[in-house]
């Protein structure tokens, strides 16, 4: 996302959270928020059915080349969201995405600074900072 377009939707979102202007507040509905997210993917799995999940162990076994790891590593996923899947998580995502800018607001925190603070560690730490 461009600087100006995070600036814009942090502007949106001070500019109408009314209600939970707590921290206690903001911090809960975040929470509450990134379950509904879970949720609707869970929903896409076992009540539509337009993606599956199929786990099993990854495979880090020996010496691997990390070039050839990437490749190799598994999402678990196999479909593809239909549209009224992805409609709900895009919108579910969306308020996490709300309320996450709502607690940079009350923190006084600007969302930009996280996101390029965190590109930085990526682009720095490059490989060593895998999750």
């Not at 975040?30 to 337009?50: H, I, P, Y």
């Amino acid at each position: 996302m461009e600087t100006n377009r995070l600036q814009t939707f942090q502007q949106q979102v001070s500019d109408l959270l009314l209600r939970h202007r707590s921290v206690l507040d903001v911090s809960s509905k975040f929470q509450e928020s990134n379950s509904r997210v879970n949720r609707a993917l869970m929903k896409a799995v076992t009540d539509c059915g337009c993606i599956n999940i199929r786990a099993g162990r990854q495979p880090f076994q020996g010496e691997v080349p990390l070039n050839e790891i990437k490749g190799s590593v598994k999402s678990h996923l196999t479909g593809h969201l239909c549209d009224h899947c992805m409609d709900v998580l895009k919108a579910e995502m969306g308020k996490n995405l709300f309320y996450l800018t709502a607690m940079c607001n009350l923190l006084d925190i600007e969302l930009d600074d996280v996101v390029q603070q965190e590109s930085d560690k990526l682009s720095t730490l490059g490989v060593f900072n895998l999750r």
